[in-house]
């Protein structure tokens, strides 16, 4: 039996909140160390130490974000790529068990009341992205990503009339 294997990656945008809480630490950083210093002496160069720390592991790894899509027969596994280094797997699904799938913003997802939703796209808020509703542990769930045309033909092929891309 031959596996069927297609991946694609998606850069996806760095939000302002983001870009504002990074320079935010940034700036509190700086100044606890040259207020600090003066009056708290080596509390505050232990405390500008811890929060270093805090921006280098926790928060500047989740600046840059890629998400890989992987089909592998029927299945798609979506992963994120944290600052070009870390992976993890973000969510795996069974094709067979998608209820539908369609454009973001279609008339078809109307009636779909997901209980979560994960965005797994761009972030450009283009009119490229799709949205998987799937149910999983009795919770209907929706699924945001922005897939290419090859993405769309397979996922498609297997899920035939509960695809809504036309």
């Known amino acids: 039996m031959k596996d ?3 991946e694609q990656i998606v850069t996806r945008k760095t939000s302002k909140a983001m870009l504002a809480g990074v320079v935010l630490a940034v700036v509190i950083t700086i100044l606890l160390f ?3 210093i003066l009056y708290l002496g080596v509390l505050a160069f232990i405390a500008v130490a811890w929060l270093l720390v805090i921006i280098r592991f926790f928060i500047y790894p ?3 974000v890629e998400y890989e899509y992987m089909l592998l027969n029927r299945s798609l596994e979506i ?3 944290y600052n070009k280094e870390k992976r993890r797997n973000r969510i795996y699904l069974n094709l067979d068990k998608i209820e539908m799938m369609a454009p973001l913003g ?3 997802l109307t009636n779909s009341h997901p209980d979560h939703s994960y965005d797994f796209s761009s972030g450009l808020g283009t009119a490229d992205s799709y949205a998987i509703i799937v149910n999983r542990d009795q ?3 929706q699924i945001i990503f922005d897939p290419d045309q090859e993405i769309l033909n397979r996922i498609c092929q297997v899920i035939k009339t509960r695809c809504y891309f036309h």
Do not use: M, N, P, T
């Open 62 to 64: 989740r600046i840059h």
């Open 4 to 6: 069927e294997y297609y």
């Open 79 to 81: 992963a994120a790529i």
């Open 34 to 36: 040259g207020v600090g």
């Open 106 to 108: 279609s008339s078809v």
């Open 139 to 141: 919770k209907v769930l």
